[in-house]
């Protein structure tokens, strides 16, 4: 099993920046790879960025060039850092983590762009 315990959400003004962190426990050592999704009212859940154990990294069109995802496995931490937002990035913001059996999910934190 795996735990993930999310945090960072909040209100930011539009070309702000916000940081998100997802802290894992449990049986990390079966995690492949970690990331953040996001669905926004009336729209379907969609992949924002995911990085794997080995440190690649891919993101959605829409938040490459202002979004960066980085790990800390000392602290068994990933982090979404969101630079630049613009109000579409509004949404529930996920996390998950995967592994070669199933996936885990933390709880969401909503994320809020407006002036």
């Known amino acids: 099993q795996v735990q993930l315990v999310a945090s960072g959400g909040g209100l930011v003004q539009p070309g702000g920046s916000l940081r998100l962190s997802c802290a894992a426990s449990?049986?990390?050592?079966?995690?492949?790879?970690m990331g953040w999704y996001r669905q926004a009212p009336g729209k379907q859940r969609s992949l924002v960025a995911v990085i794997t154990s080995g440190g690649s990294t891919n993101y959605a069109d829409s938040v490459k060039g202002r979004f960066t995802i980085s790990r800390d496995n000392a602290k068994n931490t990933v982090y979404l850092q969101m630079n630049a937002m613009k109000p579409e990035d509004t949404a529930v913001y996920s996390c998950?983590?995967?592994?070669?059996?199933?996936?885990?999910w933390g709880q969401g934190t909503q994320v809020t762009v407006s002036s």
């Open positions: 449990g049986s990390i050592f079966r995690i492949n790879a």
């Open positions: 998950h983590a995967v592994t070669t059996s199933r996936t885990y």
